[in-house]
Structures are given as structure tokens and as C-alpha cells.
């Protein structure tokens, strides 16, 4: 989980950068559907044994921390788009635009 500070200096509660890789080949494999929630990536991760590159486990993920990583990673000359995007009703994240 990366900790990442808003503007009040408060830490924000962010999914692992590794782990949200790991997703993006899933969804490119089809292992994970297009327009994904909490629960489909928990299941991806129970199914496919999902560890990070030490062979220790990611720490839990939440709605929180996939939105925070949505709206908070910055947009820079390498990315040029948002990583993560998040449905309206906050309940499903993608890859690609809604």
C-alpha cells in the first residue's frame, strides 16, 4: 500500500503501484474484466496466488485505495493519461475511460 500526502500533508491510503501493474496485464489477459471492482480483483488474487515480486502477500486492497490511486497519480510527460479511472457511483475501476 503507498502512502502518498494530500495537500493538507494528511497520508493518503493508495494501492501498490506494483500490484495495479500486475492488474493491467490481467485485464490484457483477460484475467480480470474490462470494468473491474474490489471483489473481482480480490478473487484474481485468491485464483492466480497474486504476490509481490519477494514472494510476500499485498497488502488489502479497498475501494479507498484504488479511488485515491485514481485521483492521485499524477499525469507526467512519460504518462500521458490517468492509469486508473473510476466509475461515478465509485463501485467499478478501468484501465480505459467510462
Known sequence: MNNNNNQTGTPVRMCDTDLIDEMKLAVDAE???VKF??????QWMKDF???RPD???YP???RESLA???K???I?????QKVLYTSPDGKKFSFYPF
Open 31 to 33: 484475467n480480470l474484466p
Open 37 to 42: 471492482s474490489t471483489t473481482d480483483v480480490f
Open 49 to 51: 496466488h497474486i504476490q
Open 55 to 57: 514472494g510476500t502477500d
Open 60 to 62: 488489502s486492497i479497498s
Open 68 to 70: 485515491n490511486y485514481s
Open 72 to 74: 492521485n497519480t499524477p
Open 76 to 80: 507526467t510527460k512519460k504518462r500521458k
